[in-house]
């Protein structure tokens, strides 16, 4: 089949769970023999265009910056959804399935409005489906237009996929005229070796300093767990709008000397890191899947996450088990959970490792792929 994958990122210029997702989700299906076009905006060089194995990658719109002050920017998915719709006015006839993401939603609306020409099938990932509570909240008034455009896109002829149960309900929710199947798995690694972990004990975070994953949280929490137990350590891997926020709160709390902000490194620093970690440590309100949860188990190291209305993370965590859930957002409940990982030592690493044993093949990409392939092979009588 002739399938395009649609995303306005692409990994490594870009890093995070979407983008590792569409970009083995690339890999493997060219692997099956499919014939792959990924389309994306520029994020390379000029010199230096992608060279993915049997995947043409086409940019369809220029290199643009895609947050403002942690909150996506609404000019780009609108160039990058009039580049899909241009590309696909031209081209959309040759593919058989177009696979993509709900959000940016202009790309799937400019999609499903040359449906009726092109006749390709469309596979959508609904990673989340946010309520109108949280779309006001991060959108003020005009949150009430992106509940609007999120419920029209479900109501386009689709595939749907989501990662979790919370989204897949919400997804059913909004109209979605297909059942949602549900996708276990993005992992495409394996077991590592375990490794002890450090002493004194250090707690990891990685990921994007923005508002939604809560980091001064747990600056506060580690504040609180530091007052019993002294030799506590906390590293905290990335960038983002409130780094120097997050810096400040760390002089102002006294944990110079025990909080350190690492921000970008190389990624064999953090697999050494996280390895080494007692604890990943993820306080975020929102995810979409929990991929923090499966790679950390995968080494052998627990995690902390907080439980919340739009954290489909939780749902990965067996607590006791290869971690704990804080289940209030307030520093007393996450320290809490930290604590609980100290106490339990490393019988709680050993029991994670098992965790990941008896979850690896649902948790794995392959086990996702080997279903978007059915449903693939099901579609060929409709082509």
């Avoid at 909150?71 to 241009?86: D, Q």
């Avoid at 990982?341 to 649902?362: I, S």
């Amino acid at each position: 089949m002739k399938i395009a994958i649609v995303y306005d990122c692409i990994f490594p210029w870009t890093i995070g769970g979407a983008e590792r997702w569409y970009r083995n989700l690339a890999e493997r299906l060219a692997a099956a023999g499919h014939d792959v076009t990924y389309l994306t905006l520029r994020q390379w060089d000029a010199t230096d265009p992608p060279q993915i194995p049997g995947v043409e990658v086409i940019a369809v719109g220029p290199r643009l910056a895609l947050y403002s002050e942690g909150k996506r920017r609404i000019s780009p998915p609108v160039r990058f959804g009039w580049g899909v719709f241009l590309h696909l006015l031209r081209h959309g006839a040759r593919y058989d399935r177009v696979h993509l993401a709900s959000f940016p939603f202009f790309s799937l609306l400019a999609i499903g409005l040359l449906l009726p020409v092109a006749r390709y099938r469309i596979a959508v990932d609904w990673h989340e489906v946010w309520t109108s509570e949280y779309w006001r909240a991060y959108l003020g008034p005009l949150g009430k237009i992106g509940v609007l455009v999120q419920r029209l896109c479900a109501r386009i002829p689709q595939k749907p996929y989501a990662f979790s149960r919370l989204h897949a309900a919400r997804a059913r929710d909004l109209g979605c005229r297909e059942p949602v199947t549900i996708l276990t798995g993005e992992f495409a690694g394996s077991a590592s070796a375990g490794f002890d972990a450090a002493d004194p004990p250090v707690f990891v975070y990685a990921g994007r300093l923005i508002p939604e994953k809560r980091v001064s949280l747990l600056i506060d929490a580690f504040a609180l767990l530091r007052k019993r137990k002294p030799d506590a350590r906390l590293t905290i891997f990335g960038r983002g709008p409130e780094e120097e926020a997050i810096g400040a709160q760390i002089a102002l709390l006294g944990l110079d000397h025990a909080a350190r902000l690492a921000g970008f490194v190389a990624e064999a620093d953090i697999e050494e890191a996280m390895a080494r970690a007692v604890a990943i440590v993820q306080p975020s309100e929102r995810e979409g899947y929990g991929m923090v949860v499966v790679e950390a188990a995968s080494r052998g190291v627990p995690v902390v996450v907080v439980d919340a209305p739009d954290n489909a993370t939780v749902e990965l965590v067996d607590a006791g088990r290869n971690g704990f859930i804080a289940d209030n957002a307030n520093p007393t409940a996450l320290a809490d959970a930290m604590n609980a990982v100290l106490t339990a030592g490393a019988p709680l690493r050993a029991r994670t490792r098992d965790w990941f044993a008896d979850n690896q093949t649902r948790l794995s990409i392959d086990h996702s792929l080997s279903v978007i392939l059915a449903d693939m092979e099901a579609e060929k009588d409709r082509i």
